[in-house]
Each structure stands twice: as C-alpha cells, then as structure tokens.
C-alpha cells in the first residue's frame, strides 16, 4: 500500500511546474487568438481617438482666458487714482497744517499786539483824562513843519508812533507798545535820524499840526 501511494505521488506532476506552465492563450484555438488581438488593437485605438490635443489646449486657453476675464484696467487705472488720490491728500493735509500754522503765528501776534496797545492806551487815557485837556492820538506819523511825512534817510521808511499824548496844542508823552522781548533799537535809530532831519511834528485827528518838543522822546512800554 505505502509503496503504491510513493508511486502515485513520483507520477503525480507538481503543482509549481503546473503553474509556470499555465498559458490562458494556449488553450484558444486560432480564431479565438485573433479575435482577443483585434479587441486589444481595438482598446488601443480608441484610447488614442480619445486623446484630443486640441482640447487640452482649448482647457487651457479657457483657464487663461478667464484670468484675462477677471482683468481690469479700468480698475487698476482706478486704483491707482485712488492710491494717488491718496498720498496727494496726505501732502495737501500735511501742507494744510504747516501753513495754518504759519498763518496763525502773525494772526496771534497781531492779537496779542492789539490786546496789549488797548491796555496802554486804556491807562494813557486814565492818566491823561480829557476833562483836564489832554488828547490820546494813536498811530501818529513824524512830519516836518509843512505837514509832510519825513522818511528814514537810510531806510527810506517813515515812522508812526503808538500814542501821542497832547495837551493845549503840544506834544507832552510819545509811547510806543512792544511784548517783552522785542527788541526796539533799530526803531529808536531810525526814529532818532528823522528828527533829526526835521521829523518833529505830529497832524492830530483834528488836522492841527503840533511840535514834539525837544525834551520828550518816545518811551517803550513793554507788556505781556
């Protein structure tokens, strides 16, 4: 018995040479061979037809053509105006501001100035009150003995005085009014040269023409 099943098992082939050997095509016949190449040829052929360059470009011409689409120029144009727009406002309100305040330091000084002439000349009045003769003139041009304005021989200008004080038809206080730290000589060189050169009167607001005396020079009153 045993030696009939080692016989069996040395006639039996193995299942490993079985495998290797085994070709599906082997067992077509030659018809059948030929009809699984024309399909194979057939598969090929249609993956080919269906591979179209064209539309591979057509796709991508679309993707390009919707980016040049969603391109404006109008916009970027706009844009640009706005970011322009921009900076030139940011310059105007730059500019705005420096020249506001450049415009507002004369303005200031001006005020201040005004503030101050009131007060001197609120005092002038106390001082010198009219019941008792006196005149406060303000803004009082140096004239020679005709009534015309002299000028500064090296300045060419002329001078105007804050307040004269008068009193029975003569000059009897000169006040000019600064701030604190102006400096006034040049103004009382100048003022010194046109007396000199005959710069001695004053027309009052009645139109009288009255000598400034030698003795009375223009005083600085210096406030705040």
Do not use: C, W
């Not at 016949?29 to 064209?54: G, I, L």
């Not at 969603?70 to 727009?85: L, S, V, W």
Request: charged share 45%; glycine share 4%.
């Amino acid at each position: 018995m045993i030696e009939a099943l080692a016989k069996t098992a040395e006639t039996r082939p193995s299942f490993s040479k079985v495998s290797k050997s085994f070709n599906p095509d082997a067992r077509l016949t030659p018809p059948e061979k030929d009809a699984v190449q024309r399909s194979e040829n057939q598969k090929e052929q249609s993956d080919f037809q269906h591979y179209d360059p064209d539309r591979r470009i057509e796709a991508t011409q679309g993707e390009q053509e919707k980016t040049i689409a969603h391109y404006d120029p109008d916009k970027r144009i706009e844009q640009q105006k706005k970011n322009t727009e921009r900076v030139e406002n940011t310059n105007k309100d730059e500019y705005t501001d420096n020249n506001e305040k450049e415009n507002r330091e004369p303005i200031k000084n001006k005020q201040d100035g005004l503030r101050r002439e009131k007060e001197v000349e609120d005092e002038l009045r106390e001082k010198y009150p009219e019941k008792e003769g006196y005149k406060v003139e303000s803004e009082m041009y140096l004239r020679d003995k005709n009534g015309n304005i002299v000028r500064d021989p090296e300045t060419g200008e002329a001078r105007r005085i804050d307040f004269i004080v008068t009193k029975d038809g003569k000059v009897v206080d000169s006040v000019e009014v600064t701030s604190k730290t102006a400096d006034k000589a040049g103004q009382t060189a100048k003022e010194q040269r046109i007396r000199e050169n005959g710069g001695n009167y004053i027309k009052d607001s009645e139109g009288n023409l009255i000598e400034i005396p030698k003795d009375v020079n223009t005083r600085i009153e210096r406030r705040d």
